[in-house]
C-alpha cells in the first residue's frame, strides 16, 4: 500500500497536478462595453450604439475551453466564423458573483458588477446568465448607401451561455476580472435590411422577432465571442 501511494503521488507530480490545497478568496467583477471601430463582416457600418445589456450572474468553472470552428448552419452569410467552445465540460465550479446589473451600452468606461465569492485554484471557464429582461441595441447601420436605423428588440438566451473563456491559476493576488461585451461580434451576423419591417414614426426600424436579421442578433448574443474575460492585476 505505501508503495503504491507513492507511486500515485509521484505520477500526480510527474502529470504537473497542484498539490496545493484551495483557499477562500474574493474579487471585484467589472463589466465594460466594446464597441466595433471598422465595419462589420457583413459590410454594415454600425454607429450611435445604445441599449441595455440586464444581467443576473458570472459563475467560474475549472474546465478548459476548446476553441475551433462554429458549425453554423447560417454561415454562408457571413465571411467568418467566431470561436466557440467544443466538447466543452465545465467541471468543479470555483467562483461566483450573483447580482443583477444593467449596463450602459453607450457607456465605453468599466463598470463594477460585484465581488465573487471564489477558491483559488485553476481557472478554466465562466458561465454568464442573462436576467430576465435580456438585452437589446440601438443604433445607426449603413452599407452601400443605406442608412438603416435599428432597435433589434428584446432577446433573452434561454439557457446560460457556457463556456466563456478564462484561463488563470488564481492564487491570492489583488486584482479584478473585467468582462468586455464586444459589440462586434454580438452584431456581426445581422444583414440590417432583412428586419421584415417599415420603419415606425420615428424612422427607427423594429427587428420582427422572426426576421434573417432578428436571427443573427439572438446568435450574436448567444456567441461566446461576444465575450472576454480577462485578469486585471492591482
Known amino acids: 500500500m505505501r508503495v503504491l501511494v507513492l507511486a500515485v503521488l509521484a ?5 504537473g497536478m497542484p498539490m496545493t490545497a484551495q483557499t477562500r478568496r ?6 465594460v462595453v466594446v464597441a466595433p471601430t471598422a465595419a462589420l463582416d457583413t459590410g454594415w457600418t454600425v454607429t450611435d450604439l445604445a441599449g441595455t445589456a440586464s444581467l443576473s450572474s458570472l459563475r467560474f ?12 448552419p ?3 452569410l457571413i465571411s467568418t466564423a467566431h470561436a466557440h467552445p467544443g466538447h466543452y465540460i465545465a467541471g468543479e465550479a470555483l467562483g461566483e458573483v450573483l447580482a443583477p446589473i444593467d449596463v450602459d451600452l453607450a457607456l465605453r468606461a468599466p463598470r463594477a458588477w460585484g465581488t465573487a465569492n ?15 429582461t435580456g438585452l437589446h441595441i440601438t443604433g445607426t447601420a449603413t452599407k452601400a448607401g443605406q442608412t438603416v436605423k435599428f432597435d433589434t428588440g428584446l432577446f433573452k438566451p434561454p439557457a446560460a451561455l457556457e463556456g466563456l473563456k478564462f484561463d488563470r491559476e488564481m492564487d491570492s493576488a489583488p486584482g479584478t476580472v473585467r468582462m468586455s461585451i464586444d459589440l462586434g461580434v454580438m ?21 420582427d422577432p422572426v426576421s434573417p436579421a432578428s436571427n443573427g442578433f439572438d446568435r ?6 461576444s465575450y472576454q474575460l480577462s485578469w486585471q492585476s492591482n
Do not use: H
Open 11 to 15: 505520477s500526480s507530480l510527474g502529470c
Open 26 to 31: 474574493s474579487f471585484p467583477i467589472e463589466v
Open 61 to 72: 468553472f475549472t474546465g478548459k475551453v476548446l476553441i475551433g470552428q462554429r458549425f453554423d
Open 74 to 76: 447560417m454561415s454562408w
Open 118 to 132: 471564489a477558491v483559488t485554484g485553476s481557472y478554466g471557464s465562466a458561465q454568464l446568465t442573462y436576467a430576465m
Open 187 to 207: 452584431l456581426s451576423r445581422i444583414e440590417f435590411d432583412k428586419s421584415n419591417a417599415m420603419p415606425g414614426p420615428t424612422g427607427v426600424v423594429v427587428f
Open 220 to 225: 450574436g448574443v448567444e456567441d461566446t465571442g
